[in-house]
């Protein structure tokens, strides 16, 4: 994400509240003001940060972007949610937030098919699915084989507001799509997928928005 600087945008790197082991991890409801304050000190910051943002991350992260995307669709625009889509907390959005996200089918963190889990107690499709019903849109995804290994499901038109599109990355697992791990990551992750650039996908949703 850093890269997309030198196209003008101003990117940030937010860090949850909980600690776990060598980090953090989000706590949904705490962190949420923390958010909206770190969204209203860019926009002091930066002239471009003025409009609505795109909010994005991975795992918790991408938990974490579900829910403060769908609790404030004023500000939000695009949801990339990667090895972590959830569905959103409120039955209709004010407003509609394009949604794109990533899943790998051998994701052992964080299963494809949902594990039973308070964290993780539906499917990638079903928070995809609930996702499109929120935004307006039609529940049944139009799939679309784009690799022998890479599935693309659109709930809606991408160009159409609120949209949802879901990459399925078969045989990836917890991890970003397009990018590198070191080989003691991989072991633990799982394969990340090259065939689709998550970064490069969320955005030119942004683009496609803002234009």
């Not at 939000?76 to 889509?85: D, K, R, S």
């Not at 993780?120 to 699915?129: E, F, G, L, N, Y």
Request: net charge negative; proline share 6%; aromatic share 8%.
């Amino acid at each position: 994400m850093e890269a997309l600087t030198e196209q003008g945008a101003v990117i940030c790197f937010p860090q949850g509240s909980v600690p776990s082991g060598s980090g953090f991890e989000w706590d949904l409801v705490v962190d949420e003001g923390f958010l909206q304050a770190t969204v209203a000190s860019l926009r002091e910051q930066f002239a471009s940060a003025r409009t609505r943002v795109c909010m994005t991350g991975m795992s918790g992260g991408a938990r974490m972007s579900s829910w403060f995307a769908a609790r404030h669709p004023e500000t939000v625009m695009v949801l990339g949610a990667v090895a972590g889509l959830r569905a959103p907390p409120v039955g209709i959005l004010e407003r509609p937030v394009r949604v794109v996200a990533f899943h790998g089918t051998s994701d052992r963190i964080n299963p494809f098919g949902g594990s039973g889990t308070v964290r993780w107690d539906q499917s990638v499709t079903d928070a995809a699915s609930a996702w499109a019903r929120a935004n307006g849109h039609r529940t049944e995804a139009v799939q679309e084989p784009v690799t022998p290994r890479v599935t693309r499901l659109d709930f809606g038109d991408e160009d159409e507001p609120g949209a949802v599109t879901l990459w399925v990355c078969q045989g990836a697992g917890h991890t970003w799509p397009g990018s590198r791990l070191p080989i003691f990551l991989k072991l633990f992750l799982g394969q990340t997928s090259h065939e689709v650039d998550a970064t490069a996908e969320i955005w030119r949703a942004v683009q496609v928005g803002a234009g």
